[in-house]
């Protein structure tokens, strides 16, 4: 046997070892492992909070010193009083006196009540609110996979690869 004819057979030796070995792994690692078929990438929305203010003008009503209204009642009820004496004589006049100083009184009460409503001041006040902004952030992978010839689909934490490991028919899907 000559030289190069000894090399021949060592590398052609090898190539069929090396080959069977590959075809070897390839069964053992199908046989071990759950073949990917697809991982498709999964997102969650994420809302984060933040506070948005801003200055406005708020009108508050001034608070009045007459809170019953008494000074527009009585002076409205004089003045009506000597309106309603001015009409009529005898008994009409002490009657529209009385209805005078009654119309009078509540005319007050409701003139003043006005008045004390219109009287307002303005102040700046801050006013926020809570908005939220909003994005997208990776949430795992949708994995769909065969085994023994079955399809099923698994959510993993990772794209797993080509493979996903088998120990006793089950999946590995733990990351330790």
């Known amino acids: 046997m000559n030289r190069s004819m000894l090399v021949g057979a060592?590398?052609?030796?090898a190539a069929v070892t090396a080959g069977g070995a590959i075809a070897g792994y390839s069964a053992w690692e199908r046989s071990h492992n759950a073949e990917v078929l697809s991982a498709e990438p999964l997102t969650k929305l994420?809302?984060?909070p933040r506070q948005e203010c801003r200055d406005v003008t708020v009108t508050h009503q001034q608070e009045p010193r007459d809170k019953k209204r008494v000074t527009g009642t009585v002076v409205?009820?004089?003045?009506g009083g000597v309106l309603?004496?001015?009409v009529g004589g005898g008994t009409g006049k002490t009657i529209a006196t009385v209805a005078g100083a009654a119309a009078g009184g509540y005319a007050g009460n409701r003139v003043q009540q006005r008045v004390q409503e219109g009287?307002?001041?303005?102040t700046t006040e801050q006013q926020?609110?809570?908005v939220y902004e909003s994005h997208r952030e990776p949430d795992g992978f949708k994995?769909?996979?065969q085994l023994d010839g079955a399809t099923g689909t698994v959510r993993m934490a990772r794209d797993p690869g080509k493979?996903?490991?088998v120990k006793d028919g089950k999946l590995v899907l733990d990351e330790a």
Do not use: L
């Open 10 to 13: 060592v590398i052609g030796a």
């Open 46 to 48: 994420v809302k984060t």
């Open 76 to 79: 409205g009820a004089v003045v």
């Open 84 to 86: 309603g004496n001015q």
């Open 119 to 122: 009287n307002t001041y303005e």
């Open 128 to 130: 926020c609110k809570t």
């Open 143 to 145: 994995v769909t996979y």
């Open 163 to 165: 493979f996903i490991p």
